[in-house]
Each structure stands twice: as C-alpha cells, then as structure tokens.
C-alpha cells in the first residue's frame, strides 16, 4: 500500500500548543484514500524541519508528503498552491533563527508548484461544510521553507512523490484571551475531518498520471 507522510509542527512563539501538529497526530497509522498514513510532528526550526522530513522520507519513502502548519487568523483550512525560495522572517524559530531576505536554495528556481490536487482538494472540504481556500502564499517563515525546500528535494532527486502543504487556524483554546478575543478558530475534530478530506481527494487522483 502506498504511504502518505503528513507532518505537523511542534508550539513555537511562546504558545503551548500547535493546531497542526494537534491534529495530524490523530492520523498516524489510518487508512485514508488508499494510503497507509504516517504521521511525525517536526521542530519549527530553518533547515532542521526539512531535515527531519528527507531522512522520513528516505525511511518510509512515501507517494505523498503534506506538511501543515498554523495560520493564526486565518478563518478557513488555506491550500497552499505555490512554494516560494525565499526566507523573511518576522519573528524567530524556536532556536532563536531569524534570516531575513534570504533564498532557500541558491540554485532553485524562484518557485515550485504543488504537485497534489490542490483546486479539488479545497472543494472537496468544502462540500464536507468546512470553510476553506486555496492560497499562493505560505509565508515567509518555516512552514514555506519546509513546503520549498521539500519540493526542491524532490525535483532535484526526480522523485515520483506528491508535495504539497496546508496552513490551518487557531485552535478555540488559542483565542481564549483577552489578547486574542474575536480571532477566528476552528475545533480540532473539524481540522482532521477537513485533513482527512483533503487525503481522500489525493487518493481520488492516483489514476491521473504524475509527471515529476
């Protein structure tokens, strides 16, 4: 059975949880859309993620990776279409990095498409009832760093995987404070439902040929 690695990020910027990593966890070890899903939560760390994910994927050697990661503020699930070379960090990772203006890849090109379902993947969680859209920009920050860096990985090795990334909102237990008070949420269980969608609508695609 083909395999599906889908990670999810660990807290950073002093919170305490991290809704991507939250909900991916529940996936680990399901069968979803014909695919055996394996799941890991990585460091919001440059360069240390993607570590992480290319030694995952030389172990598991996956047909599909996603990563997902947190939009706080967002109101919908956003399906990230394009991953940039670029670096320009706003506040630091967990280690203390903060590259600002900075390519990912000196030889890449400026931009990789994601190469999963992603205009079918978003219509499929809205039909579920769950809001969602898709996006062209997945930051400047790790999670972009990580949907890039996987990509280049990819192309460079002339890798048959599907790459793609998915942002999700604050978790309710996020926007609990006065801080925050009026933020947009989504409960956990509508975030895997929506993720477990999402798989399924790659698994819906398998019989479109992939060209790497």
Known sequence: MAKLLI??????????VNPSWKAVRHLNGAIIGGFEVITHEIPTVFE??????????ER????VVI??????????????????????????????????????AIDGPAHY????????????IEIE?????????AGAFVCNELFYSTLHYVKSHNL????GFIHVPYLPEQVANKKRAGLPSMAEETVVRALTVAIEAIGDDLSIPFAN
């Not at 240390?48 to 994927?57: D, G, K, N, W, Y």
Request: one cysteine or more.
């Open 48 to 57: 240390a993620a993607f570590t992480i994910v290319q030694s995952h994927i």
């Open 67 to 104: 990563g997902v990661g947190q939009a706080g503020g967002s109101n919908a699930i956003r399906v990230e279409c394009l991953a940039k070379n670029r670096i320009d960090a706003r506040k630091q990772d967990n280690e203390g990095n903060q590259p600002k203006n900075a390519l990912i």
């Open 160 to 163: 048959p995987i599907r790459v």
């Open 129 to 137: 009832g769950i809001s969602a859209h898709l996006s062209n920009s």
């Open 60 to 63: 598991h050697q996956p047909a």
């Open 7 to 16: 990670t999810g990020f660990d807290p950073f910027a002093g919170e305490t």
């Open 113 to 124: 498409p994601a190469s999963i379902p992603f205009e079918n993947m978003a219509k499929q």
